[in-house]
């Protein structure tokens, strides 16, 4: 049975041990980087900056949430705007690959930064096994490149920590829950954030329209799950499709975009079954999602692949 409390005290005395000078953290308010955060803050205290970088990417309210989060831990942090570079960054780019590492390489320039005005000389991240595990190398194919692992520019002026990086997220979960992190329980979000639900290249009116399709999906859903009408799922979200299709308000002819909605139930992310929702749930999420973005999207579907053969994010 994994020990959370021996794990945790080990982590902390190699924390110890290895960052004798400054360090930085990137914290994004999941599970696996608020836990990082948690370890590391109680093994140097003060000299741990927790740096949660606004790209422009994330979902409604994001920032916000994850500040007041960062003021309740008591952990010293810096929020950093970085949108533009990020959009800037990925103009032009569609494939899923290439947006990965320039996303990757992009938070490591920013981090770099920051480190430099810090005077921090380690980078500490929240990786877990399946990062590094589906980012390939030379014994494993790639199944996708992780932001922080396949991202990594060789150049990188820092020293990484990485004290989850042989966990799964069961395992990772299980420490929250010791150490009483409030997102133990929170639904993986992923670094390169809804970049990868757009498909096709990322651009500010699409990240808003796929923005307000996943606050759409998550209200739904939680809702539904609170009320017992269903479980809660591992992860659900809406996806920007870079399709388009004929339809009609009213009398008159739209041509408008396709949303996908994805929900899945899994243990540790590595294989993953679609989740059963309910029809009336699904209605809604296609009610209101059609209605509240009738001007852009007029269609939604629902995919029911299970991982493998389809991965759990779309791209």
């Given at each position: 049975?994994?020990?959370?409390?021996?794990?945790?005290?080990?982590?902390?005395?190699?924390?110890?041990?290895?960052?004798?000078?400054?360090?930085?953290?990137?914290?994004?308010?999941?599970?696996?980087s608020t836990v990082a955060a948690v370890i590391v803050n109680e093994a140097i205290g003060g000299r741990l900056l927790a740096v949660f970088v606004d790209t422009g990417l994330m979902r409604k309210g994001e920032k916000e949430e994850v500040q007041a989060m960062l003021e309740r831990l008591g952990?010293?942090?810096?929020?950093?705007?970085?949108?533009?570079?990020?959009?800037?960054?990925?103009?032009?780019?569609?494939?899923?690959?290439?947006?990965?590492?320039?996303?990757?390489?992009?938070?490591i320039r920013v981090f770099e930064r920051e480190a430099r005005e810090f005077g921090a000389r380690f980078l500490v991240q929240g990786t877990i096994a399946p990062d590094w595990i589906e980012s390939g190398d030379e014994l494993r194919d790639t199944i996708k490149s992780h932001h922080n692992v396949g991202g990594i520019p060789k150049d990188m002026e820092l020293e990484l920590f990485e004290p989850l990086r042989d966990l799964y997220k069961d395992e990772v979960r299980v420490?929250?829950?010791?150490?009483?992190?409030?997102?133990?329980?929170?639904?993986?979000?992923?670094?390169?954030?809804?970049?990868?639900?757009?498909?096709?290249e990322?651009?500010?009116?699409?990240?808003?329209?796929?923005?307000?399709?996943?606050?759409?999906?998550?209200?739904?859903?939680?809702?539904?799950?609170?009320?017992?009408?269903?479980?809660?799922?591992?992860q659900y979200f809406?996806?920007?499709?870079?399709?388009?299709?004929?339809?009609?308000?009213?009398?008159?002819?739209?041509?408008?975009?396709?949303?996908?909605?994805r929900s899945v139930r899994s243990i540790d992310g590595m294989s993953a079954s679609y989740s059963r929702i309910?029809?009336?749930?699904?209605?809604?999420?296609?009610?209101?999602?059609?209605?509240?973005?009738?001007?852009?999207?007029?269609?939604?579907?629902?995919?029911?692949?299970?991982?493998?053969p389809a991965t759990i994010e779309w791209e």
């Open positions: 049975m994994f020990d959370a409390e021996r794990f945790v005290e080990e982590q902390v005395q190699k924390a110890r041990d290895t960052i004798r000078d400054n360090a930085i953290i990137a914290c994004s308010g999941g599970v696996d952990l010293n942090y810096k929020i950093v705007d970085a949108s533009d570079e990020f959009f800037d960054a990925l103009k032009g780019i569609v494939d899923p690959e290439m947006k990965r590492k320039v996303i990757g390489e992009r938070f420490i929250a829950r010791y150490l009483g992190v409030e997102v133990s329980e929170r639904q993986p979000f992923p670094g390169p954030a809804l970049a990868i639900r757009v498909l096709g990322v651009n500010r009116e699409n990240i808003e329209i796929v923005r307000n399709a996943c606050f759409i999906v998550e209200d739904e859903i939680e809702t539904a799950a609170k009320k017992g009408i269903m479980e809660f799922p591992w809406a996806v920007l499709l870079p399709v388009q299709s004929v339809g009609v308000h009213g009398d008159a002819r739209v041509y408008g975009k396709t949303v996908a909605v309910p029809h009336e749930i699904l209605e809604r999420i296609s009610l209101r999602i059609t209605n509240e973005m009738k001007e852009q999207v007029n269609r939604v579907v629902y995919d029911i692949t299970n991982k493998p």
